[in-house]
């Protein structure tokens, strides 16, 4: 948008900076453009194996993925210490979405620090 209104003001102005202004501001644009679609990526492939444990594989990184937040919509699961893959309820089908839900719940409840709040109930 300000590159639209960059270039609005040097049509109108007609002067060389107005001009050099307009042209720093498209190829600034040109290059957010390029810097979006380049670390929009590949989406990364899902898998659950025999023992339910979630293992997520972009281009040939393979790596377990924990579930961190799981609701009817978007599950969310961390690979690495700081990856988080975000997975939409419309991005797999239905089937894959409740088999991906049902072993990312098995998965937290198996963990050993999964419910510390039930640890203090006897």
Do not use: H, K, N
């Not at 979006?36 to 990184?61: K, N, Q, V």
């Not at 579930?67 to 969310?76: A, K, Q, T």
């Not at 072993?103 to 419910?115: H, I, S, T």
Request: one cysteine or more; proline letters at 6%; aromatic letters at 6%.
């Amino acid at each position: 948008m300000t590159s639209a209104l960059l270039v609005m003001v040097a049509f109108r102005a007609q002067t060389a900076a107005g001009w050099a202004a307009a042209a720093v501001a498209m190829a600034a644009t040109g290059a957010a453009l390029a810097a979006a679609r380049r670390s929009s990526g590949p989406s990364p492939a899902l898998r659950i194996d025999a023992d339910g444990r979630i293992s997520t594989r972009l281009r040939d990184e393979a790596a377990t993925a924990e579930p961190l937040f799981m609701s009817p919509w978007l599950i969310c699961l961390r690979v690495g210490p700081r990856r988080l893959v975000p997975v939409w309820r419309d991005g797999l089908d239905d089937a894959g979405y409740r088999r991906l839900a049902a072993a990312g719940r098995w998965q937290r409840r198996r963990a050993p620090d999964a419910d510390r709040l039930a640890d203090g109930i006897a």
